[in-house]
């Protein structure tokens, strides 16, 4: 895929949005603690176009960024919406 979209939340907080794109770099590039035009905040990852990109890829990286190794799937607000 050449970008995925979701949303995430953590402690019954509110929803963040994740959006990881395909690019040029060597290694995954983050950028935490992005606040969208919403005022929604959320992460951009910059992800190599030499790896694969799918749904463990970008759970593995979320668990990275967050702490958390065991996701719960569960209905959420549109990404797209959010932003």
Avoid: C
């Amino acid at each position: 895929m050449s970008f995925v979209e979701g949303v995430y939340r953590l402690d019954e907080g509110e929803w963040r949005i994740f959006v990881f794109t395909r690019d040029n770099v060597a290694e995954h590039v983050v950028r935490d603690n992005l606040r969208w035009d919403s005022g929604v905040f959320g992460i951009n990852v910059r992800w190599p176009r030499t790896r694969k990109l799918d749904k463990p890829a970008v759970l593995r990286a979320l668990s990275e960024l967050t702490g958390v190794e065991d996701w719960r799937e569960q209905n959420g607000p549109d990404s797209i919406t959010l932003r």
